[in-house]
């Protein structure tokens, strides 16, 4: 007799005609998570309908009709990276669409240039138990190696015991958990384990490596950059004053300064009696730093997308980071390893890009893709071309909270007064306009 295994194809993407099918099953699975964004069933799965990208997902057929999806993502986009402000919004109005949009950004996770990222597998009732979840995931991690990723990695709620159970099983490892029971009202689950896949895939080479946090800005022109910064309206005026007032005293602590530049945040930390360690991705900054402050710091080179290898376990009381976050792609290596150095009572204070201006500069015109911008400043006083990654400020967060840090303070910015004296029209703008945001964060 013909089973039904028979007559099952597993293919790569699916045809309009099965959008409806594709949500509805969606939304059986996931339905208890979307509630919280949008409580009517019906309009769920029309926001689903029109938001998947085929493209990104694998399905099973039996008998013309999809029993099985698969939904995954890279930097290039998701199966599911249509569910943005501008549609929710569309279809649930502005104030429903924006609070929509809060909450799937809590679920939301990113694609980086080396990691792939799962966005759910669903099997249809009648056809559970056939191992289809297993076929998908193994086409899922053959699809990663063959793109060249190093890794498939994935979420599971641990009111699912027995999806983790057949994961494990294919191979993925456990590489953080987080819990919030606080939550569970909201969420329908107090917690989540982070699970990774290691392919075989060889290393991108350098060749295929996005362009990583060097411009020439910080290298071929390092020293007209410190000499620019040191009285000029963003950095001098509005960014520095801005970060500084949410650092505090500083007197005695110990701070570790990612991204350090040409040093201009480390000399007011050492002039504030604090001790303090610098790095920077740039060999010209660092040489600048040890030129102007020598040994009264401890400073060296390294590429911060990478983490922190070279220092110990909860060490420093704070760490910063001003503008340097958006050359990063991807954030959870450094924010995990923020959260390793910082000592149980430390805080993690930061600068970087306001999310709604770079948004102006979107290729795509979607405010939830993590988007590579290039432009040219001219801080040194002549045209230099700059690229850096625009994200949501819901991607920003998400980065922190999954990586063990909690929002204490959130800033957009003050210009100084002698700004007022030394550029009336740039006060002003500064003041109704915010260019950055300025964030502190504590240790869950």
Excluded at 314 to 343: G, S, T, W
Excluded at 362 to 391: M, Q
């Amino acid at each position: 007799m013909k089973s039904i295994a028979d007559d099952l194809l597993l293919q790569h993407s699916w045809s309009e005609e099965y959008r409806a099918t594709v949500a509805e099953l969606y939304e059986q699975a996931f339905g208890q998570k979307f509630a919280l964004a949008i409580n009517q069933q019906s309009v769920r799965v029309r926001v689903l309908a029109e938001a998947f990208k085929p493209e990104y997902s694998f399905v099973v057929m039996h008998q013309q009709k999809v029993v099985a999806v698969a939904g995954f993502q890279t930097p290039q986009g998701s199966f599911t990276s249509d569910i943005a402000w501008a549609g929710l919004s569309r279809i649930l109005g502005s104030i429903k669409g924006l609070w929509a949009a809060a909450v799937f950004s809590f679920f939301e996770r990113k694609a980086s240039a080396k990691t792939l990222v799962m966005d759910g597998i669903v099997v249809a009732e009648g056809y559970r138990g056939l191992g289809l979840g297993s076929m998908l995931l193994d086409k899922i991690v053959e699809h990663a190696t063959e793109l060249g990723f190093e890794r498939v990695r994935l979420d599971v709620i641990n009111s699912n015991p027995r999806a983790k159970k057949l994961y494990l099983a294919k191979g993925f490892e456990i590489v953080s958990s987080d819990y919030y029971p606080y939550l569970k009202w909201l969420l329908g689950f107090s917690g989540s384990s982070t699970l990774e896949y290691l392919t075989a895939a060889p290393s991108l080479s350098p060749q295929t490596e996005p362009l990583m946090n060097k411009p020439a800005m910080y290298s071929t022109y390092a020293k007209e950059y410190d000499v620019a910064i040191q009285d000029n309206i963003y950095n001098a005026h509005y960014e520095r004053p801005s970060l500084q007032a949410m650092l505090g005293d500083v007197q005695g602590k110990h701070v570790l300064d990612l991204g350090c530049g040409s040093g201009v945040y480390a000399e007011y930390l050492l002039t504030n009696r604090a001790s303090v360690t610098a790095i920077d991705n740039s060999e010209e900054m660092v040489s600048l730093v040890k030129q102007k402050l020598g040994s009264q710091l401890k400073v060296y080179q390294q590429d911060l997308a990478k983490g922190l290898p070279q220092e110990q376990n909860q060490q420093f009381d704070v760490v910063i980071c001003p503008q340097m976050l958006h050359y990063l792609e991807d954030l959870n290596p450094l924010f995990a390893a923020v959260k390793r150095v910082l000592k149980p009572q430390g805080c993690f204070v930061f600068s970087t890009h306001h999310p709604l201006i770079d948004f102006e500069a979107s290729p795509s015109g979607n405010y939830f893709a993590t988007e590579l911008i290039t432009e040219e400043w001219d801080t040194v006083g002549k045209p230099v071309s700059v690229s850096f990654y625009r994200r949501s400020l819901s991607a920003l967060i998400s980065a922190l909270t999954n990586n063990g840090m909690l929002l204490s303070e959130l800033s957009e910015g003050k210009p100084s007064e002698a700004l007022k004296e030394l550029s009336p029209e740039h006060f002003l703008r500064l003041s109704q306009h915010p260019q950055f945001i300025f964030v502190k964060c504590i240790l869950a």
